[in-house]
């Protein structure tokens, strides 16, 4: 089969094209592996104390357990893991689960520096 005259321009333009987008996927390839990865165990080591922190404070509202229910990553420096609390309220004879997300952030400082940085949503309880 040959390949007319009005169909080669249009092969040339998609030619050139998929290399432009191979070249643009190397480049950001190479620059994402170059900068500081936020590992997930690290990331939900954080969060594990931060459940155990919670648990601790709402434990006057009758909070037995706080743990890591899963984690899972945004992009190479933020990984967000749900927090899951459980507790029993003997005044009202109520047995409470409260969820909170929480996201975890690996920012990098003018000098080099690395540091995490926590944000939580609102609790979601039940």
Known sequence: MSVTRSFLPLRHLIAGFCAV????????????AGGPVLDKARARDLA??????VRRDLRSEGAQKARVAGCWRNSVRQVSCYLKIKGYD?????????????????????????????????????
Do not use: I, N
């Open 48 to 53: 594990a104390r931060t459940a155990e922190k």
């Open 90 to 126: 003997s005044e009202l004879d109520f047995r409470w689960t409260c969820m909170l997300r929480m996201t975890v952030e690996l920012r990098v400082r003018q000098g080099g520096g690395r540091q995490l940085h926590a944000r939580y949503s609102d609790p979601v309880c039940g």
């Open 21 to 32: 987008l191979v070249m643009l996927c190397l480049g950001a390839s190479t620059a994402v």
